[in-house]
Nanobody
């Protein structure tokens, strides 16, 4: 599976962006996630969407502001980001894996397939 992330950009604090991640194949039965990495920091979990029912999980820092969703017909997952803050500035990566289990979805090492990353910059 190959992933192509897009939708990043420069936005003022309080603004919104929607990231997209298109997969080369069917990922409806995979667990998919978004991670982000700011300069000098480790890659951190942002959100995940589980297979089948599509339940979503979020990092505390984005809960209530970000929403992850997917369109199985388009093999695409999205990350709608609202009320953006300067602290959200990072490169955002999408990831997916067919074998992820609930207890491991917040760990980058869980995911075998990664997109190339898209830069999100939030100005104050």
């Amino acid at each position: 599976v190959q992933l192509q992330a897009s939708g990043g950009g420069l936005v003022q604090a309080g603004g919104s962006l929607r990231l997209s991640c298109v997969a080369s194949g069917r990922i409806s039965n995979y667990v998919s996630a978004w991670f982000r990495q700011a300069p000098g920091k480790e890659r951190e979990f942002v959100a995940a969407i589980f297979r089948n029912g599509g339940r979503t999980y979020y990092a505390d820092s984005v809960k209530g502001r970000f929403t992850m969703s997917r369109d199985n017909a388009k093999n695409t997952v999205y990350l709608q980001m609202n009320r953006l803050e300067p602290e959200d500035t990072a490169v955002y990566y999408c990831a997916t894996d067919p074998s992820a289990i609930l207890s491991s979805i917040r760990y980058a090492s869980t995911y075998d397939y990664w997109g190339q990353g898209t830069q999100v910059t939030v100005s104050s």
